[in-house]
């Protein structure tokens, strides 16, 4: 049964449907392969990445298969990855793999991390609000971005160091200040048995 | 007269599954029975038979005494696995990693690796030449049924070659408890008169003794007279070991053995037992099930994990579980829904860890019959769908509770000896098109007027997975028989999972493509294996009224869009809800030709009649909720 060599997989793993294919790719099987491709759009899934290490075989118009599927995944502004490290799939696909994203294995198709994350989440935002921007509206407001954040980070350097010498100045002026008191009572203390004997006159007190 | 060598093979046999402290119990009361009988007569040697997990199960204190047999030369351990596998039908790699296993666990825990191998119900495969030979085992055992007829009296022991590898095969003669002679002399005398040829140097019998564990009968009685007989006649016969058998003599020639297994009753061997095994129903879809969990264990790279599983894996592969018997095997409810629960308890591991969300969707030939079947699965549920069959759900796992309540047997045989045959095995969604009059009788008695072909047809399918979850949509352009001429007619019902939550969707659409009116009732028949229906634990609940007897009794209810059903043993409830009302019938899944069985299972038919405008549609959705409910009892931790 030429038509029923192929087993498949599909499951869905953060955001990412995986399709794991095992068995003989005959081109026979292009129509059914397309479109389970084209369900799946359809119902909403936008990241594939099709496991193919166990496909033992794979016919040419496979692999124009592939392209023609990644052009309608990225029109619809998915992504489509391919998984394998066999011999029979590297020869194949070897020619294309400045187009089509070609992964080792599982795990470092879907990475997991912060970046990672943050990465699907903002695909997911950008399907959920309809914004599109282009690569270098994107750089170029990203460099303002950046600018903004550099600015304000001098400007609270800047700030901070203003505060350190007005703190620094206090506590000069507050020593000061303290050290003068202390002068202060001991000249007073000193002159009181004058002032008791009538000699000086108390002219601090005088003040008003 | 010549002395002639008896080697003396017993063989404790565990056929049913039985709880760990019973097993336990009976592995220690039949070993201090042996050893008081090697106490009583030191000149005996015997063989004995034991599959790797007994030694895990037996006391210390008696292991230890077994060991100072063996160091004495009375005892000679023999191997069947860590279990006793069912070599035709089990993967290689499995095979092979329970023989494996069983040879490392004697090596910890009886001091010595056994040097033969006895394969269960004489189950013999010619690759096994090769297999034993690499894990260090001399010498098989089989029945005497296994050979040719010009040799089978032959008194001596054979060599036999495959791809490159030879081993020796001893024949022996089988017996027990109640086929065991009362004149085991005259007997012994028999065997060895019966061997006319003048190959053998020194002849040399193998007296195959079965040991059940739970015999109600004394079946040391008998081994022990047995004994005090060769104790007696020692002049004239030598109880031997095997291997010390083997090692001074030569072999009586060569011999190919081919595929085979002797069937207990069945005293014939037959080299196309396959074809009848496969013939009962429900052992195809179990020994399907082994194959995929095997593979996905063999995909995981996670040692860790997949050590513990494999052991449980070997346990199902046991032979008493894939055999046909009322007592034990696949026909047992018990036995089959313990085997399944296995299965699903591994499956459900491996699913966990591979942190799957959502569901997922396989397209794979499951049945390795050629033709792909579709597998929705999720973290509660998983359902195997036959497209080519009617679309019917040939499977239908409860995770949750490791329950495939799609498990029912038919007693009818299949002839070709297919795995699914359509009217026979007992699936879910099997669709019939009756007249409107028909009722519930008259499609137990197999006399209810089929109007349309879905029993068997071939659905087309496409397969969805969205962020609700996986669903199977199947099509398929049918006719109707009205009034002795066919219209033309479709059918599209999808199967749905939700997520990774425990409900089951269903949607029926069916659309008249002529421009005549129809008119019929549609009716859809699913077949229920519930553990508890055997001990009345199941229930029915439609509104006020509960049906205690389900799978005993006939009922049916009218215009139910609601109904539960509930097994109390299982511990699990089955919310049933439909948008438009159906008339249930619950149907013991007794055959014509068979009595009422609960065990087989109990069928459910979703009914009601439909008025079709030309080019109209009628269209109904259900949806099944699964969810726990407390168990009543334990589970038995059975082996």
Redesign the interface.
């Known amino acids: 049964m030429r038509f029923e060599t192929l087993d498949i997989i599909i499951e869905g793993r953060n955001d990412t449907v995986f399709l794991f294919l095992s068995g003989a790719f005959h081109k026979e099987l292009i129509p059914q392969m397309r479109e389970k491709f084209a369900v799946l759009l359809q119902d909403g899934n936008r990241r594939f990445m099709v496991n193919m290490e166990n496909v033992t075989y794979i016919d040419e118009s496979v692999v124009q298969m592939f392209l023609q599927i990644l052009n309608s995944v990225k029109a619809k502004g998915g992504e489509l990855g391919l998984i394998f490290k066999n011999e029979t799939l590297t020869r194949a696909f070897a020619p294309f793999f400045n187009l089509i994203p070609v992964y080792p294995d599982d795990s470092t198709a879907a990475p997991t991390g912060l970046l990672a994350t943050l990465r699907r989440r903002g695909v997911l935002l950008s399907r959920k609000t309809g914004v599109r921007i282009s690569r270098p509206v994107a750089i170029f407001v990203l460099i303002v971005l950046c600018g903004w954040f550099a600015t304000l980070l001098f400007i609270i350097r800047l700030q901070n160091s203003h505060l350190k010498e007005q703190q620094q100045e206090l506590y000069e002026l507050t020593t000061y200040k303290q050290h003068a008191i202390i002068e202060i009572n001991r000249m007073q203390e000193r002159l009181r048995p004058m002032e008791q004997l009538g000699i000086l006159k108390d002219t601090i007190a005088q003040k008003p | 007269m010549k002395r002639h060598a008896l080697a003396l093979l017993l063989h404790p046999c565990k056929n049913r599954l039985m709880p760990k402290t019973a097993l336990k119990d009976a592995i220690n009361s039949f070993t201090a029975n042996l050893l008081s009988i090697a106490a009583e007569f030191p000149h005996l040697r015997f063989n004995l038979v034991f599959p790797g997990y007994f030694l895990e199960s037996i006391d210390v204190l008696l292991l230890s005494k077994l060991r100072e047999l063996s160091k004495k030369g009375n005892l000679e351990w023999i191997l069947t696995g860590y279990t006793e596998p069912f070599l035709s039908l089990s993967p290689l790699n499995l095979t092979s990693h329970n023989i494996n296993h069983g040879l490392q666990l004697f090596s910890e825990l009886a001091g010595e690796t056994p040097c033969g191998f006895l394969p269960p119900c004489s189950n013999w495969e010619p690759f096994l030449i090769d297999m034993l030979s690499n894990a260090g085992l001399n010498y098989a055992i089989l029945s005497q049924e296994l050979f040719p007829i010009q040799t089978r009296y032959c008194c001596g022991y054979w060599m036999a070659e495959h791809t490159g590898k030879a081993l020796a095969l001893i024949s022996t003669n089988v017996i027990n408890p109640m086929t065991a002679p009362a004149n085991f002399i005259d007997w012994l005398n028999q065997i060895f008169s019966q061997d006319k040829s003048e190959l053998a140097t020194q002849k040399f019998a193998t007296v195959h003794y079965m040991i059940p564990l739970s015999a109600s009968s004394d079946p040391f009685r008998w081994l022990r007279y047995a004994a005090s007989e060769i104790d007696k006649y020692l002049l004239n016969f030598q109880s031997v070991r095997f291997s010390e058998f083997i090692s001074s003599n030569p072999a009586l020639g060569l011999q190919y053995v081919p595929s085979s297994l002797l069937i207990e009753g069945n005293k014939q061997t037959d080299q196309h037992f396959l074809n009848y095994l496969y013939s009962f129903d429900q052992i195809g879809i179990l020994q399907r099930k082994l194959l995929d969990v095997n593979n996905k264990l063999n995909a995981t790279k996670d040692i860790k994990t997949v050590a513990p599983l494999i052991r449980q894996l070997c346990m199902v592969q046991d032979i008493n579980r894939l055999l046909p018997g009322k007592e034990y095997g696949f026909e047992n409810t018990n036995d089959r829904l313990w085997s399944y629960a296995k299965l699903i308890g591994i499956e459900r591991t491996l699913y966990l860890k591979?942190?799957?969300?959502?569901?997922?969707?396989?397209?794979?030939?499951f049945l390795k019959n050629?033709?792909?079947s579709i597998i929705l699965a999720n973290k509660s549920l998983k359902a195997y769908i036959d497209n080519t069959n009617g679309g019917q759900i040939f499977a239908f796992d409860f995770r949750d509770r490791y329950l495939n309540l799609c498990a029912a047997y038919s007693p009818q045989q299949h002839q070709p000896p297919n795995i699914l045959v359509a009217g026979k095995s007992r699936t879910w969604f099997i669709d019939h098109i009756l007249p409107q009059d028909c009722k519930s009788s008259d499609l137990i008695n197999g006399t209810a007027k089929e109007l349309g072909n879905l029993l068997n047809g071939q659905f087309e399918y496409?397969?969805?997975?969205?962020?609700s979850g996986?669903r199977i949509a199947l099509e398929r352009q049918c006719s109707i028989l009205r009034a002795d001429r066919l219209s033309p007619m479709s059918i599209e019902k999808v199967y749905g999972l939700e997520q990774d939550s425990p409900v089951f969707n269903f949607v029926y659409q069916l659309s008249n493509l002529s421009l005549m009116d129809c008119h019929f009732k549609f009716a859809t028949q699913l077949f229920f294996s519930f553990p508890g229906l055997c001990s009345g634990d199941v229930k029915i609940r439609h509104r006020s009224q509960t049906f205690e007897k389900p799978g005993v009794e006939l009922f049916q209810f009218t215009s139910a869009t609601k109904w539960v059903i509930e097994d109390r043993l299982g511990g699990v409830r089955l919310y049933f809800q439909t948008q438009k009302p159906f008339d249930i019938w619950c149907i013991p899944a007794s055959s014509p030709d068979s009595p009422c069985e609960p065990s087989m299972g109990l069928a459910i038919v979703l009914s009601c009649n439909v008025d079709l405008e030309p080019s109209s549609r009628w269209k109904n959705i259900g949806k099944v909720t699964f969810r726990k409910i407390r168990r009543k009892g334990e589970y038995i931790d059975a082996l």
Do not use: H, M, P
């Open positions: 591979n942190n799957t969300k959502g569901g997922q969707i396989r397209i794979t030939d050629g033709v792909k496409k397969v969805r997975k969205t962020s996986v």
